[in-house]
């Protein structure tokens, strides 16, 4: 869509959650001739919230505020945070051709505490497996336990939830060695970073990649969670794979090509 096509579009961005990037993400905003507003945690915390109502408006920060916008439903589109759609019993049986994990179980934390033989006999009773949230909210990491050291503190609860009934996913466990990241957009991949989570390092992909085309081929045949919505790929015993589905809203998306994110998003809020 060119310059003079654009109708302008008001990006809710919340800095603090991604400040190396921020600087690129607004400038790209403004480049791109839309309007940047900053998030405020007061407009949760005393429910004043601009109305915004001039215009579409799109959110950009951390997923529970992402969360809160598109659950409250004052703006329009708000946030591209269809949370549910996006809890891996959701969609992972839809992704299982391509998904990471091969085999896998969805049970309450206390569930995995309480039976967690007979949890981990279904996976083939390994004496590690990887427990992740069900919920992509993420209230704790998804991280490796050896079957003697599963526990609800393990798990991190106390600390982040009090939920003993949180879904969790437990899988097998399985070495990655790569990792992407793809912004797509109404099926199709508009931009893409590999990245290493732990460093915080990324770099721009190209389109020409096995990586991107591996998601371009995801993105087409798979069954969206959302218009907007953000793709990892990651590469394991030399195979690619989908490693997870994210809500846009609440994503960093490392080296991704910012203007192409932002014009793209932007259109298809609007035309919605």
């Not at 529970?64 to 809890?87: Q, S």
């Not at 309450?108 to 033989?117: F, G, I, K, N, R």
């Not at 993105?219 to 919505?229: D, H, M, Q, S, T």
Request: hydrophobic letters at 45%; a negative charge.
């Amino acid at each position: 869509m060119s310059d003079h096509e654009t109708t302008p579009v008001t990006w809710v961005l919340e800095a603090e959650v991604f400040p190396e990037t921020h600087t690129a993400m607004r400038d790209a905003v403004l480049a791109a001739q839309h309007q940047v507003v900053l998030w405020k945690d007061e407009w949760l915390q005393g429910e004043r919230w601009p109305s915004l109502n001039d215009r579409a408006v799109v959110f950009h920060g951390s997923l529970g505020n992402a969360d809160a916008v598109a659950r409250r439903g004052l703006w329009r589109p708000g946030a591209f945070c269809n949370t549910d759609e996006f809890r891996c019993a959701s969609w992972y049986p839809h992704a299982a051709r391509w998904l990471l994990h091969r085999r896998w179980e969805v049970v309450s934390a206390m569930e995995l505490v309480s039976h967690p033989d007979r949890v981990l006999a279904s996976l083939g009773s390994a004496d590690s497996v990887f427990v992740r949230p069900d919920s992509p909210l993420k209230p704790f990491s998804g991280r490796v336990l050896r079957r003697d050291a599963i526990s609800l503190r393990a798990l991190d609860h106390g600390f982040y939830y009090d939920d003993e009934s949180l879904a969790v996913v437990v899988a097998p466990v399985r070495r990655i060695t790569r990792e992407w990241r793809y912004v797509v957009v109404d099926g199709e991949v508009v931009a893409g970073s590999a990245y290493v989570a732990e460093r915080r390092a990324s770099l721009m992909d190209a389109p020409d990649g096995a990586p991107w085309r591996f998601a371009a081929e995801v993105a087409r045949e798979l069954n969206p969670p959302e218009a907007v919505y953000v793709l990892d790929v990651c590469e394991s015993d030399g195979d690619l794979h989908v490693l997870e589905l994210n809500p846009f809203s609440g994503a960093d998306l490392y080296a991704c090509d910012r203007r192409k994110v932002v014009d793209t998003v932007s259109h298809v809020t609007v035309v919605r």
